[in-house]
């Protein structure tokens, strides 16, 4: 099981573990700097960022591989071309994190991420395990968007490299 699978399995294991269907509280403005930031407060205290935490350099190997099928004589060039555009790239899964941040924000008010920032066992934690599996499986289906146009981008900088190097693949 590559390491895109298995981070996409845990993000199921997580969403799995919250329990039960709800329905989302959307507000009907997007949140606040203080909801924000009580939102990561959150996820930063339940480890979230290990669920996507591969994701730049599965994509990467991901990528290597499909153009290492029809181009075995450049398999060499590819692995460095590997190592130099998963460098270019690192990073870049915090993108899914800070969307997780904004999609978690927009599930409670500020006043209650507060709550669950410094008291996280209290009627409102039954709520936020209520929730949390909506919260995930939007964030969840944005990084599943996210890795299909950053792979394509990816795509884009391994024929750029190869071109520079007078190989067309």
């Given amino acids: 099981m590559n390491k895109l699978s298995k981070t ?8 799995a573990l919250f329990g039960a269907t709800a329905q989302a509280q959307q507000p009907a403005t997007p949140p606040s700097a203080a909801a924000i930031g009580y939102a990561k407060e959150i996820l930063t205290a339940k480890h979230v960022e290990q669920i996507y ?3 730049v350099p599965g994509l990467v190997q991901r990528t290597k591989d499909v153009l290492l099928q029809s181009n075995l004589n450049y398999q060499k060039d590819l692995n460095e071309v590997a190592v130099k555009v998963a460098k270019d790239l690192a990073g870049r899964e915090k993108e899914i994190g800070d969307q997780m941040t904004k999609i978690y924000a927009s599930m409670f008010t500020e006043q209650e991420l507060k709550e669950l920032a ?10 936020a395990i209520a929730q949390e599996p909506i919260a995930f499986a939007s964030a969840r289906q944005y990084m599943d968007q996210w890795a299909q146009k950053f792979a394509a981008e990816i795509n884009g900088k391994f024929r750029a490299e190869m071109k520079a190097r007078g190989k067309d693949i």
């Fill in 8 to 15: 996409l399995l845990a993000a199921g294991a997580v969403i």
């Fill in 53 to 55: 935490q591969g994701a």
């Fill in 118 to 127: 410094t008291f996280y066992k209290s009627p409102l934690g039954a709520k």
